[in-house]
């Protein structure tokens, strides 16, 4: 790319134009919850959740052979005239409505859909358990990398299993295997008794057994639902890990088999007081923990990484990328990394300059300090990032940039690598940077943090070589000896402001973190 | 005003439109250190300081009859290029450059000024006594209401003090009781001996004596300037306030008093490992802190509040508010809190709805709470930035608009208030508020909790009511007896989320505050 002089203005209006913002709206009638969910987009570029609203409706309960109760079908018309009366005064540009398992099985669902439609003005559609099953991979996939496994979605009425290869869907169904309607079934005692777990783990054999591609499927694991999603919570808590999201945790097998053990002992009130489960979950997470831990077993898998995304982002991003011919970016990281950096407005320009900058000093050192393609990866994140905390305040931007990395999340990146990353922007004007309680996510924390201080003292090397934003140093070429590091500033003009300011404050980390002497010179002369 | 459907993008483009922003830069060269300030602006309207550089320079040290030292002239003139080439690179729309009493009081200072002409290419305005004073007052008085007073500005070469009569600057000067000056002039031991002190103290009471305006001055005092910055950051850490920013805090004499007993009991490398008190500072913060002490003793004054905002910000409001014949707006504490909620691009007409029922509620029970004028511009404040908080992200927007409300802490408020301020944000949604340790500032922290709840209640109200941002709810009534609170909803057609919401979640706060049961209205039938 070539750096003009730029204000931030212009380059961050380049970027981002509101006024081609668009409101997309997906609504979820589940069998123990609605959802209404509310996005703002840039189609194909950019999005962010601006509002949602959940509600308990519980369709599923009380409903028999005759099909959805009179008091379920009532709660699901108010609802949704309260979620469509919403996204009328929103003004939005889409509305996705969808409804699954416990209106798919009713034998009243006919009846139900037109008291929706007449008393609503909603048409609700009646996703069939394959669709189920493709919408809620097409989430994983955006919140994870998967190229060859299973996608696992635990939900209150069914439970579904797709198979992924090559990076696609391939197929994939819904079982009757739903948290709430296992509980139902099987569970009377609180807690439950040995005997109904015992049931419940051969009626989820029993469903899987009827699976033909189950066998044939590669054993990494993505999971998706409430369940998972407070398992996981649940389990970060136990650890104490200050991880802002669950999504893409490595939820370990021995870990689910603590925790049913657990739940086995607590009866619900107890059950219900578990810091990071949420109390409407409490009564129906031991079916849900169960079927995860037979999927597992089936696959012979040790563990599945959590998403936070499911159906409803998989109905949306089927609309968000639908100029691709799959609705998963082929650039997953990279495409997440700028839709957090466009959500802070940030500096296009620098941080394109910064980033160049950082992967060249890491490149011509890549001898050095020796580290892999997926650290270059957490490199340019961290150069694209180190500044949106400006978004909240000039004062301590790098501690407000490590903040919103955090607490955002990064999806598509492994818990390890956000913290990497959000710990690398933290410290790219000064200090020495520490793990900060992340030590339990590296297998060795000392060489985590010696791998920090050398990505970070390069991220602040760049920057500080881009201080005055004017794209002076247009590149550089390093070489090194057992003493010292010598970086070459190529550039029309001297960069004054720059040599200045990185002499003095820039070089100081990666000097300690390559135990060796940082020389910053232009046209050959010497500087520091 | 009236109210018509509007979307997010399209109420902040009115707003705000990033192509009319305009850089300002204020450059000052003072005798201690030389700081430059970047702001970005859309004058009269809205501000931010984009990046700030400090540079220590002690321009005044070895200084003699000759004038400014060669190495002083040296190091300040490297700054200087240092600086604007900064601005360069940033393309600033405008800059301000000026220097003070160091330069001021130089036999040399035409020979400086020309150097630096000639090398660095910059005009520097050697500012007189009388407008420091003027323009320190100006920055003063825009970060805390000043109506009739004093501004006492403690720099490192002099010491600014003005007279501020109906709002306006009358008179000022310089005087040399800059805490470096004085350091210099009179310290030798460490820590400083007792007749240091004393000779001191008679110097500082020597020059208040040749000010005639100072007797009919009142004893409303702002202070200026790191000395009295970071007496007041040491102060607050010791009381463990979990202020975000020293302005507004007011300074007691007994504070200061405490302060002088322990430097006099420290010599200097304890001195700067003083919690709150930047190192630099340290050598010459006693000096300063008498210079307070005996301007309050003079006055007899027993405090004084202290600005964040001094000279350079002084030099950029008077651009800032060209428009105005005195460079302070007239709504001083709305500017500041429209200013933040812009920062944070606000949902203006949202907040302006909201604003607009949570102030007819305040005023319908105004004979039930009893709350004052004051309390009534916190609630008016609180609808403002209650959702700024969505910068950083939708999920718990609530505690996010807490942070960015202390972090930033409100200019023209005092900390009780922008603890007020934020605490009601904090809980606009949910849970029942609590004071979070800002206890202390309260003379009795159980009515100010009652308040909190009261207002937050009502803040709670307004919001639930403007649900759906549809602004359907366009005014209300209420009603109340000694069991009963009803408020009638005032609108075109029946605000069907807002009913439902409010009813189920928006009234409880409000109901356990007034002790009375809240109902919900709409064409006299009932609801809640």
New interface residues.
């Given amino acids: 790319m070539t750096i003009t002089?730029i204000?931030?203005?212009n380059s961050?209006?380049i970027e981002i134009d509101?006024?081609r913002?668009r409101?997309v709206a997906v609504i979820d009638l589940g069998s123990n919850s609605a959802r209404l969910i509310i996005m703002?987009t840039l189609p194909d570029r950019f999005y962010?959740?601006?509002?949602?609203i959940r509600e308990v409706v519980r369709l599923r309960s009380g409903m028999t052979e005759a099909g959805l109760s009179k008091e379920a079908m009532a709660r699901g018309v108010a609802t949704l005239?309260?979620f469509n009366?919403?996204c009328?005064?929103?003004?939005v540009d889409e509305l996705i409505a969808t409804t699954t398992s416990a209106v798919r099985e009713a034998a009243n669902r006919d009846e139900f859909l037109a008291k929706v439609a007449s008393k609503v003005g909603l048409r609700l559609r009646v996703l069939s358990g394959e669709e189920e099953a493709y919408y809620g991979a097409i989430g994983a996939q955006n919140a994870l990398p998967l190229n060859e496994g299973v996608v696992l979605d635990i939900g209150g009425g069914s439970a579904q299993l797709s198979l992924i290869k090559a990076g696609r869907w391939q197929t994939g169904q819904a079982l009757t295997l739903g948290a709430l309607a296992l509980s139902e079934r099987f569970v009377e005692s609180d807690p439950p008794t040995r005997s109904e777990v015992r049931r419940i783990r051969k009626e989820v054999r029993r469903q899987l057994h009827e699976i033909p591609w189950l066998n044939e499927a590669s054993p990494t694991v993505i999971g998706l639902g409430g369940t998972l999603r407070n398992l996981a919570r649940v389990t970060i808590r136990h650890r104490k890990l200050p991880l802002g999201t669950v999504n893409g945790y490595l939820l370990r097998d021995d870990e689910i088999k603590y925790l049913v053990k657990r739940f086995r002992k607590l009866p619900l009130n107890r059950r219900q007081r578990l810091a990071g489960l949420s109390s409407d979950r409490a009564d129906i997470i031991m079916a849900g923990a169960i079927v995860a831990q037979e999927v597992l077993r089936w696959l012979g898998a040790n563990g599945m990484r959590v998403a936070t995304y499911g159906l409803r982002e998989g109905l949306f991003f089927e609309e968000f990328w639908a100029a691709l011919d799959y609705p998963v970016p082929d650039d997953l990281r990279e495409s997440h990394v700028r839709n957090v950096a466009l959500r802070y407005n940030y500096h296009a320009t620098h941080a394109a300059h910064v980033q160049r900058l950082a992967l060249r000093l890491f490149d011509d050192l890549a001898a050095l300090h020796g580290a892999d393609a997926r650290e270059r990866q957490w490199l340019a994140a961290a150069a694209t990032l180190h500044d949106i905390g400006?978004?909240?305040?000039?004062?301590d931007h790098h501690k407000h940039s490590q903040a919103?990395i955090l607490?955002?999340g990064l999806p598509a990146f492994g818990p390890e690598e956000v913290a990497m990353i959000a710990l690398m922007s933290r410290y790219h004007r000064r200090g020495r940077p520490k793990l900060h309680g992340f030590d339990p996510l590296f297998d060795n924390p000392a060489v985590a943090v010696q791998r920090l201080r050398q990505l970070a003292g390069m991220l602040r090397v760049a920057e500080f070589l881009e201080?005055?934003?004017?794209g002076?140093v247009t590149d550089l070429r390093v070489e090194w000896d057992e003493s010292d590091i010598t970086i070459q500033l190529i550039g029309e003009e001297r960069p004054?402001?720059e040599m200045?300011?990185a002499g003095r404050k820039g070089v100081d980390l990666m000097e300690e973190a390559f135990g060796r002497t940082v020389h910053l010179r232009y046209d050959g002369e010497a500087w520091a």
């Fill in positions: 002089r204000t931030q203005a961050e209006r509101e006024r913002y409101r703002r962010y959740l601006e509002d949602e005239r309260m009366r919403f009328e005064s929103l003004a400006n978004a909240i305040n000039y004062e919103l607490g955002n201080r005055s934003r004017a002076l004054v402001v200045w300011d």
